[in-house]
């Protein structure tokens, strides 16, 4: 792949991944996630999580949960920097999310790394409270 190829995958994956959370599509996060992954988040208080556990929560239905929750989420000026030969990418951007209720927007870091199968997953995140 070339490093252009490889920033095109990787700010397509992140979408697919931002995607997956704003409709509560466990399946295809826990596919794009490494069952290891790690993060900083405003939810996690400003300590380290590993692993899926965490994030499986905000995927099951509570009662307040309605379809016209509908959630919108648009990736601003990602800068996406390719690490190790192509086998590691990290994107930056801005995040921006829609909802009926109004929008909210927040910074994000992502690392990926390409398995040796070829497929990538994200192994490690951070994001800033919301601005």
Same mark, same amino acid.
């Given at each position: 792949?070339?490093?252009?190829?490889?920033?095109?995958?990787?700010? /397509?994956?992140?979408?697919?991944? #931002?995607?997956?959370? %704003?409709? @509560?599509?466990?399946?295809?996060? $826990?596919?794009? *996630? %490494?069952?290891? #992954?790690? *993060?900083?988040?405003? $939810?996690?208080? +400003?300590?380290?999580? $590993?692993? #899926?556990?965490?994030?499986?929560?905000?995927?099951?239905?509570?009662?307040?949960? @309605?379809?016209?929750? #509908?959630?919108?989420?648009?990736? *601003?000026?990602?800068?996406?920097?390719?690490?190790?030969?192509?086998?590691? %990418?990290?994107?930056?951007? +801005?995040?921006?999310?829609?909802?009926?209720? +109004?929008?909210?927007? @927040?910074?994000?870091? /992502?690392?990926?790394? /390409?398995?040796? *199968?070829?497929?990538?997953?994200?192994?490690?995140?951070? /994001?800033?409270?919301?601005?």
């Amino acid at each position: 792949m070339t490093e252009e190829s490889i920033k095109a995958t990787v700010v /397509r994956l992140t979408q697919d991944l #931002l995607n997956s959370v %704003a409709s @509560s599509d466990y399946t295809t996060y $826990e596919h794009l *996630c %490494a069952s290891d #992954l790690t *993060c900083f988040e405003p $939810e996690t208080s +400003g300590n380290l999580v $590993e692993g #899926l556990a965490f994030h499986r929560f905000f995927f099951v239905p509570h009662e307040e949960t @309605s379809p016209k929750d #509908l959630k919108l989420n648009t990736i *601003c000026s990602p800068h996406v920097r390719v690490l190790g030969g192509g086998s590691c %990418a990290i994107i930056s951007y +801005g995040r921006l999310v829609q909802t009926s209720s +109004g929008l909210s927007a @927040s910074q994000e870091t /992502r690392v990926w790394q /390409r398995l040796s *199968c070829g497929s990538w997953k994200n192994v490690h995140f951070h /994001r800033s409270s919301n601005l």
